[in-house]
Each structure stands twice: as structure tokens, then as C-alpha cells.
């Protein structure tokens, strides 16, 4: 506990296991022009980048740079794009390892990390079975999935056991970014917009946009979803969302229960990680309110100290920087270390 009445608490907190590096390496190594490897290319052999080295560690480095920043806990996922390149049969079996080896480090350092799951979503059955297995018998707070699956979204048929296993089990799915999907990237590509900068939250925005205006919310409407960097620019446009569904709707099989902006606040919670600005904060503050915004660094891609500082010197209310910092991240994540 750092010296003030909160926590600290990191929910977007990225790591890799050996086995997923060795993966994506021979993925890598095969060739192949999907922008996932290109970002993956610049981990593993990048110079001068610590960035993998980070990424694998669990133990002293990761703790220390966190008591240095005053950082309590760190939800942990898998790092983009996790197994869902993979194999299904290797993907599957990375995501249990990692799970298994997520536990072990949340053990070893208790009250220091929670953490969430990987699955692989390209065999729905075993996705299921693993999410079960990870939250009932392994103790994990929620899910990972970085955004689409060979182009595929979870609002399609063939995932929504996917989506009622969430719901069931009570653990939220946080959708973190990957690039593109090689039929959607083509423009993308010049001038680095594939990246971070840009194309990550055109994708992810868009799978929180089909997962809204697809209806699975009615179908699931206790399911939980986590969208990052203060929720990929669906905040921003949910007025003109609220005002143009309605135009649009004559044209869809399926007609949505809510007002697009309704699920927003129902169903999905947003995270701080990599938005460092306080204007972006205190619009989605008084568009949302303070219960579905959580606080993250993004780490290692994202410095721990700039992400602290953000948090700690945000004009807002000491019971929204505790609601931020901690308690929506303790009920969302059931986290009880
Ligand atoms: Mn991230």
C-alpha cells in the first residue's frame, strides 16, 4: 500500500511466457507480411529494447520498478497478440501454460498481481473449458483476447459460447489491440498508421462497436467487456452512435434493445492505459461516470512513472482517483489479495 487511502492498481499490464516468444519467433521466422509480426520483429530483435526482456519477467524487475513508482498491483495479461495467431492445438496449449504460469507468479507474490486469461478463440469448445478451468480452479480474475481471431470477431455465432462462459463465470473479457486484419490493413500501412498511434484503436474500436450494435448484449446482458485507452474512441463518438443507429436500424435483421450509448455504461468498463491526458479523463468521466474507468499503464510498452503521475495529478475528486485507481478495478476483476 503506498502512502495514500488507495491502492494502485494496473489493469492493463502486459507479459509473456518463453513458449509464446518461441512461438511468434518461428512465426516470424517463417515470414509472412501480417503487421502482428512486424511488431513482434521489433521485440525480438530490436536493439537497444528491453521491451521482451520486461515482458518475460515476473519477479525483481517487474516488482522493483514498481515499489520505485509507488505501483501496488498489476493485473497481468498476455501480450498482444497472445496464441491467437498460433495453431489451434499450440494455441490452446500455450494458453494453459500461461494460465498455469500466471498462477504461479500471482502465488509467489501475493497481494502484488492478479491476472488474466488466456484462451485460444480459434477452437471455441476448448476456449470454454479453459476459461472454466482458469477462473475455478486457477483463481484468474478475468480474460484476454486481443481483439480479432483470423479476422473474425466475438460477436459471430460460432463464439458466443465464449461470451455466456464470461458471463457465467462472472469475469469480465478485456479487448486489447493487435493490428488489423490482413484484408482490412491495406491502407494502414504507409506512414506507421497500422500501429499504435492509430490502427490499433480503429480495430479494437470496432470489435466494442459490432459487440454493441449486434445485439449479443441482449443476448448476454450481464457480460462484461474491458476496452483500453479510455475505450478506443468509442466515448468520444457516442453521440453521433446514439443519433445514427437509429437511421440505420430498418436495415439490420436484428434491432437492438438499448441505445447504443446504454450498453457503454451497462456492459463495458474503460481503462486509462496509454491515454496519459486529462481532458480525454474528465470528458469520458462526465460521459460514463466514475464507476466504469480504470487506471492503467500499459507497461512495458508505456512508462509506470508518466501513468502515475497522470493519475495522481488529475483534477478530479479524491473519490473518483480511488474509484480509478482501485475499487472499480477490486468489483470488476474480483480481486480479493
Ligand atoms: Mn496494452
Redesign the pocket.
Known sequence: MNGESWRRIAT?E?FATRELAGAMRRLVDAGGSSVDLMFWRGLLFREDDDRLANLLDLDERRLATMDANGVDMHVLSLT?PGVQMLDPAEAAEIAADANDQLAAAIARHPGRYAGLAAFAPQDPEEAVREMERSVTRLGLNGFIVNSHTDGEYLDQPKYWPILEAAEALGAPIYI??RSLPDEAVGPYRDHSLWTAMWGFAAETGLHGMRLIVSGVLDRFPKLKIVL?HLGEGIPYWVYRIDHMYPKMARRHPVRIELAPSEYLKRNFVITT??MNHHPALEYCLQVLGPDNIMWAI?YP?QAMDEAVAFMDGAPISDADRRKIYSLNALREFRITG
Open positions: 492493463e502486459a498482444s486489447h489491440p483500453g492505459s496509454g500499459d510498452y
